[in-house]
């Protein structure tokens, strides 16, 4: 987890002067998600926070951009399918 962490702090310090796109950084988070849960080691809590991250791009009326909805249909139907472990 430490090591997961640490490449993400490199990976945007690696920004430079660029502005950092939030939402950008969310969609990662939920893929990486995904990629784990499709191995079954998306734990509780590790769905909860996918769970938050998906939330944090609902727009102002309360609907998802087409992309996050994409990928929240992808992880529920991943997590329906394929049994995850259930410890942190």
């Keep these: ?3 997961y962490l640490s490449s ?3 990976a945007l310090e690696g920004l430079g002067g660029k502005m950092i796109d939030y939402n950008e950084i969310s969609y990662t988070e939920i893929e990486d998600c995904i990629e ?3 191995k079954g ?6 769905q909860g ?3 938050r991250e998906v939330d944090s791009l609902r727009l102002t009326d ?3 951009p087409e992309r996050a909805e994409q990928l929240y249909k992808e992880l529920k ?3 329906h399918e394929v049994h995850q472990i259930t410890d942190d």
Aim: hydrophobic letters at 45%; proline letters at 4%; charged letters at 25%.
């Design 1 to 3: 987890m430490i090591e």
């Design 36 to 38: 784990d849960a499709k």
């Design 49 to 51: 926070y996918a769970e």
């Design 8 to 10: 993400r702090l490199d």
């Design 77 to 79: 139907t991943i997590l």
């Design 41 to 46: 080691l998306l734990s509780p809590y590790w």
């Design 62 to 64: 309360g609907s998802l």
